[in-house]
Each structure stands twice: as C-alpha cells, then as structure tokens.
C-alpha cells in the first residue's frame, strides 16, 4: 500500500495496527550511501575504525552518478518533494510544543481552559509609551462592540507580534469574561487579531476548537515520526540489509542529532532500537557463509529460493497489493525492505533444520536468532566485519599496516614503486596525502619503516604510533576542552555569582584508549560442539526457543542517551533476552 502525504492521516491507523500485529520489521531508505567530495574515500577506507565510519553527516547531497542510477531504475524523484510525509525529530517536536504552549500563555485570559502567566490577571499589563496609544484605540473599539446590539465580532487590523502580545495581555486582565480572542491569516498570511462577543459557554466551546485544531496541527507537522515512533516503542525486532547508515539516518532524523562518540551512538540506538538485524551479516556468517556466495540483497533473495532453503509463501490481505518477485523493483525501498523480510524469514527457518526433531519455522523472538542481534554489517572494513551496538568492537592487530604520508602529487603507482620490494601488498587511500599499505608479512614492518628515516619527501610509520599519535592530540584536545568548561564558569561566578550558582555544565567523559577484546571463542567449532550438545539431548528445543520478554536496563553513563530516554518515554520494553541461554550459531571474532 502507498502512502503519501495526502493520505497519510486516513491510513496512520492502519499502520498503526499493522505495527501492533507485526512479529518483525524489515526497513530500508534510499539515498542513504550518497556522499561528497574528497570525503568519500575517507567513508570507506580499507582501514576505518569504528569511530570514524560512524561519523556522523548531516548534509542533503545529489551525487550525479547516484541520481543516473535511481533514475535508471526508475525512482521518482518528483513523489519525494511533492507527495513527501513530513516529520520533525524529537527536539522540534518539543519546541513546536512550547510554542503552542507559548501562545496560549499570551492569550491566558480568553478562556478558562487556557494557561494563566503569573503577571496577568492579577494587574494591569505594563504597555510601552509608544503603544500606549494604539492600545487604547483598541480598547476603545471593543468598547463599542460591547455596547453594540448588531455586531458580534470586531476584526482588528493586521499587527506585529509584539502588538497582538500586548492585545492579549491586556484583553485577558480587562475582559477576563464575555469575549473569545483569535488570531487568524489573511490571504496574504497577514496575521490579525478576531474579537467575538459571546458567553461563557460558547467561549469554551471555541477553546475547545481552538486547542483541538492546535494539535492536530501539531501532530500533522510530527507526521512520519508518528511511524518510527511506534515501531520503537514496540520493541520489536527491525531488519535490514547493510542497515548501519539507514539505522543511522533515522535515529538522527526522528530522535536527534547522532553523537561524534562512538559509545554514545551505540547507546542512543540501542535506545531508540533494542533489537536490530543484518541480513547482510547473517548471511556472511556460520551457518550461511559456506553455501552463500554473493550476500547483495538481489542475488542473496535469489540463492534463498534454492536448495537447502525454503522461502516462505506470501498472501497479501485483501485491499493490500503485494509485490511479486518475479518483476524485481529493485532500488525502490519498499520491494527492498519487503525482499529483506522474505530472506530473514528463509535465513531464521533453516536454523530451525539443526534442531532435533527439526523445526520448519523460526519466529523472530526464537533464541536462535540471537548471535546475529545488534551487529550491523561494516562495509569495505577489511579486518572489523560488523559493528557491535552491544559491546566493544573487534579490535584486529593491524601488525602488517603502516601509515603513509606522502606529496599530494603521488599517485597510487608511487607508493607500488615505492613498496615494490616487499612483495603484495594492498592500499587504502586516507586523503590526497596519505594512506594505509599493507604488507604481507608483519616482519618486513621495521625494514619498511627504517626506508623513510631520512626521507625528505615520505614518512612511513607504523599503524600502532600512528594511532598513538593520533589518540594522544585526542587526549589533549579534550583536555583542552574541558579545561575551557571548568574555567569559563569561573569566570562567569566571578562576573556574577547569582547565575554561577545556577550553572550546571557538562562534562564529558575523558577520551580513553580502547581495550583490547580477548579471543572469544566464536568460533564453527564451538557452534558444532552446541550441535552435538542438542543432538546428544543435552539442550532441549524448549529451551531454544524460550523468550524471556525482560530487557537489561540500558546505560545511563551517556548524556545525550539519557537525555534520549526522557525524551522517549516508554520506549524499550520491559524486556530483553537472558544471556544464559545456549546459542547454536556464533557471529565469529575473525573472519
């Protein structure tokens, strides 16, 4: 079903029990991997950590060849700008709240169900000279109206806002009974002020309108945020394929702004999404990676069709159109997120073929599923797969890298020269004068690195001080930083105590150094021997299967997840899956 912005509110119950009945969601946005100028190499570097790919970007861009291909396949540019359903992220929708908030406060005295400010109603309203005299006028003019028998509204002319602030205040103390004040737009979206004569019950009746078109205002300007707002209170599972930048975009469109630290990003999303999965890592992983050799969403939809899978049979409600495979539509995001579905469901049912007795279905809450929760695929990283929501990430040696800088003249055919005596080795450009090299053989690293020392126009060091180097102007820069914190409410308490004492800042968390993660032990071996465990009796299906619906309590060490959190109430469930429970499947530490 299709649903635009002139739809959109006639069918938002529909999707609100479609959400209710659903068992998973499969997700997925285009225009998510568009990026720009010398940055794009930087997104996608053979040797990113975490931190950098997670980087987050918050520009609109239309790169031309991204355009030439939505184009060919199709896409309808037009549909995005036209019949686009607006939204607001978190922190608009509270300050469009405060405005609404705002206006009735100016307008505290017109009606009962309207707020009432602390300095009006009690005395008269303080006017400016250079409006006295325009205020008096209007009040002379609602005089007349009062004292009239055939007219019953009076419309003043359009004014400031400043103007119409005053016209209230004043209105609310002098008349707090007997008229309804309204502010209106003329065709030219002049705004005027509409002073009716009316009693006490008609007044709250037009309150009541008033308050009534004000929020349905306010939710028409929310609008798809409604959406995502409902799938994340479910606390359902949500699926996507290579989903770390649709994950990403929407966090940062419909809650807030994505942090630049890693662990406050996990913690955000984790918040927003307790469980996110990646087919595209699913299908890079033990029990697939050995039958499944291309993991791109067409051609992993059709290797799904095949032996040993069995890809599950669709019927579509009545009223409701189905897509149909045999015509892909590739591209378009609702056939990408409907395919993603499909191949989750045939991925999740041939788990379901290691138990015994087999099951020929798996639900999206069957621990089976669970290894591959919150690790979103990591693309072009070579030696870091997945990114864990969970966790601290893989953390790979990286003894055979070494970190080059060099002329922004060199081209890729230097630093092959320049490395040609080391045998294979592979580059990943950082920017125009630098890049990563790596070597086949870890020992040929102090050979390489010795070749730079008298260099004049190259420096070659080693991955590990090239991090430490870099880690130690993080250190600082951030020590710098909070120093300026500390210092600048001194500062501020030594100017004025008074606001010192009301002051309360932030501090951010000193930058530290990554642990190192321990081998794991995820390894096939240890998903065999949990074979043989449930085979030999050991493990019994039940117990596979069992949900336990209590969620871990989520971190509170992170500022703006907390401030998340108060923003979105009710949002993770009451639950979340037992650790204990024995896991068939393992997402592996190497690859």
């Given amino acids: 079903m299709e649903i635009i912005r002139s739809n959109f509110k006639s069918n938002l119950h529909k999707v609100y029990q479609a959400i209710e009945e659903a068992d998973f969601f499969a997700i997925d946005g285009e225009f998510s991997g568009i990026s720009d100028g010398p940055s794009v190499t930087a997104l996608t570097n053979g040797f990113d950590t975490p931190e950098e790919r997670s980087s987050p970007d918050v520009k609109f861009v239309c790169q031309s060849s991204s355009i030439d291909f939505l184009a060919s396949q199709g896409f309808d540019f037009n549909k995005v700008f036209r019949n686009g359903i607006p939204y607001l992220n978190q922190e608009e929708e509270r300050q469009l709240r405060e405005q609404y908030d705002e206006k009735r406060l100016q307008s505290n005295g017109a009606g009962a169900l309207s707020y009432t400010s602390p300095n009006t109603s009690k005395c008269p309203v303080t006017v400016p000279d250079d409006q006295k005299k325009f205020i008096d ?232 599923i669970e290894p591959f929760f919150n690790k979103l695929f990591l693309m072009r990283v070579m030696d870091i797969p997945y990114l864990n929501l969970e966790g601290p990430d893989l953390q790979p040696k990286r003894d055979h890298v070494l970190h080059v800088t060099f002329p922004k003249e060199w081209k890729t055919s230097d630093l092959y020269q320049l490395f040609s005596a080391f045998g294979n080795i592979q580059i990943s450009w950082i920017d125009d004068t630098s890049a990563f090299v790596s070597l086949s053989q870890p020992e040929q690293v102090p050979i390489a690195v010795n070749t730079s020392k008298y260099a004049e126009s190259y420096r070659i060091q080693t991955y590990a001080d090239y991090i430490g180097k870099r880690r130690e102007k993080q250190v600082k820069r951030k020590w710098m930083e909070d120093s300026w914190k500390e210092v600048e409410p001194k500062r501020l308490n030594t100017q004025c105590a008074s606001y010192g004492s009301q002051n309360h800042h932030y501090h951010a968390n000193s930058l530290t150094a990554t642990s190192t993660v321990g081998k794991r032990n995820l390894s096939p071996s240890r998903a065999e021997a949990g074979l043989e465990a449930r085979v030999s009796g050991e493990i019994s299906d039940t117990e596979l299967e069992k949900t336990d619906p209590c969620a871990e309590p989520l971190s509170e060490g992170r500022k703006k997840a907390k401030k998340l959190k108060r923003m979105k109430k009710d949002l993770s469930p009451t639950g979340s899956i037992s650790d204990s429970s024995a896991k068939l499947f393992e997402v592996p530490d190497t690859w």
């Fill in 137 to 368: 006028q209007v009040v002379e003019k609602i005089e007349d109206l009062l004292q009239s028998e055939e007219n019953q509204n009076l419309d003043l002319e359009p004014c400031t806002g400043f103007q119409r602030k005053l016209i209230y205040q004043t209105l609310s103390w002098k008349y707090p009974k007997g008229i309804h004040v309204e502010t209106l737009e003329t065709e030219k979206k002049e705004r005027y002020i509409v002073i009716s004569k009316v009693d006490e019950e008609e007044r709250k009746r037009r309150e009541q309108q008033k308050q009534a078109k004000e929020q349905e205002e306010l939710n028409d300007a929310v609008g798809f945020s409604r959406v995502i707002h409902a799938i994340a209170n479910s606390g359902k599972l949500v699926i996507g394929h290579n989903m770390l930048l649709d994950v990403m975009h929407t966090v940062h469109q419909f809650y807030c702004p994505l942090p630049a630290d890693l662990n406050e990003f996990k913690e955000m999303t984790t918040c927003v999404f307790p469980r996110l999965l990646d087919t595209k890592l699913m299908a890079s992983t033990q029990p697939f990676k050995d039958i499944i050799n291309n993991t791109s969403l067409a051609e992993l939809e059709k290797r799904l069709k095949e032996t040993p899978f069995n890809p599950p049979k669709v019927e579509s409600a009545e009223g409701f159109p189905s897509y149909d495979t045999a015509s892909e539509q590739l591209h378009e995001a609702g056939y990408d997120a409907y395919i993603t579905g499909l191949c989750f469901i045939s991925m999740a049912n041939y788990l379901g073929s290691f138990l015994s007795p087999p099951k020929s279905h798996v639900s999206a809450r069957s621990k089976l």
